[in-house]
């Protein structure tokens, strides 16, 4: 999920004190070593469920102030929505469009044989 929502440190602090859980960093960071390192720190029931409430109240909002996912992330100015494309409309069309289109205007269609002998 850190990497998923783009967490830093500092952010995941700050989602665990809207559910009034208080953290360090360098605890925090002891969840996120390797196994064999020995400052590593297995990550408790007590303290995922807590992350998991403030995810959902930074996320979605307090009942008193609702928002949107989208809005939230915005604010942080990390956006989950895909950046709209603008098409330049000034640009020239390509040559061998043109071309081709010209060569199927060109065609007598009137000599054409058919091969049931119909004209």
Do not use: W
Not at 22 to 28: C, G
Not at 80 to 88: A, D, F, G, S, V
């Amino acid at each position: 999920m850190r990497v998923a929502l783009m967490l830093r440190d500092d952010d995941i602090v700050e989602i665990l004190k809207l559910v009034d859980f208080k953290i360090s960093t360098s605890e925090l960071g002891a969840f996120f070593r390797k196994e064999d390192h020995p400052k590593y720190m297995e990550c408790g029931d007590q303290i995922l469920r807590n992350f998991l409430n403030g995810l959902v109240i930074y996320l979605r909002g307090s009942k008193d102030n609702p928002t949107t996912p989208a809005e939230a992330l915005a604010k942080k100015g990390k956006t989950t929505l895909p950046k709209k494309k603008i098409y330049n409309n000034n640009k020239p069309k390509p040559i061998y469009k043109d071309k081709v289109r010209e060569k199927n205007k060109n065609q007598d269609l009137s000599t054409v044989k058919y091969k049931n002998k119909k004209k």
